[in-house]
Structures are given as structure tokens and as C-alpha cells.
């Protein structure tokens, strides 16, 4: 069964996020900072990592549905016209 480049780098992406938000969240609250300001910034950080690997996602599938097509026209380039 073959998967996606696409499809690994969302659930990397995820993982990342999930992370990434529970770490900023352990680090406002080690420095003291209110409960809620610390939840809205892992809240920011969780948005941010996901919407950088959503667009980074986007752009590998974009990326990879290109490539079939440049093959194509350069497959038609090296065919000989007599």
C-alpha cells in the first residue's frame, strides 16, 4: 500500500502541533503566567504549526501532481518526428 508524501507530513505536521502547543502552554505556566494567557498562546502556537504544514501539505501534493505532466511533455520531446 503506497501513502502520500502529502499524508505523512499532515500527521507529522500534527504530531508537531500537539506538541508544540503543550510545550508552550508547560513553559508560560513554569513562568508564571495566568492559566489563560498560557492556553491562548499554546492555542496560537497549535494554529500556527498546523497552518504551516496545511499550506506545506498543499504544496507537496501541488508539487507532485506537476510532476506526471513535465514528464509527459518532455516524453513528447524525445519522441522523433520523421
Same mark, same amino acid.
Given at each position: 500500500?503506497?501513502?502520500?508524501?502529502?499524508?505523512?507530513?499532515?500527521?507529522?505536521?500534527?504530531?508537531?502541533?500537539?506538541?508544540?502547543?503543550?510545550?508552550?502552554?508547560?513553559?508560560?505556566?513554569?513562568?508564571?503566567?495566568?492559566?489563560?494567557?498560557?492556553?491562548?498562546?499554546?492555542?496560537?502556537?497549535?494554529?500556527?504549526?498546523?497552518?504551516?504544514?496545511?499550506?506545506?501539505? +498543499?504544496?507537496?501534493? +501541488?508539487?507532485?501532481?506537476?510532476?506526471?505532466?513535465?514528464?509527459?511533455?518532455?516524453?513528447?520531446?524525445?519522441?522523433?518526428?520523421?
Amino acid at each position: 500500500m503506497e501513502i502520500s508524501l502529502d499524508r505523512y507530513w499532515t500527521a507529522l505536521g500534527r504530531f508537531v502541533a500537539v506538541f508544540s502547543g503543550a510545550l508552550v502552554v508547560l513553559l508560560g505556566l513554569l513562568a508564571d503566567v495566568p492559566l489563560l494567557t498560557a492556553c491562548a498562546r499554546g492555542f496560537a502556537a497549535y494554529v500556527a504549526v498546523r497552518v504551516v504544514t496545511r499550506v506545506g501539505a +498543499w504544496a507537496i501534493a +501541488w508539487t507532485g501532481s506537476l510532476t506526471p505532466r513535465e514528464e509527459a511533455i518532455e516524453a513528447s520531446q524525445e519522441v522523433p518526428r520523421g
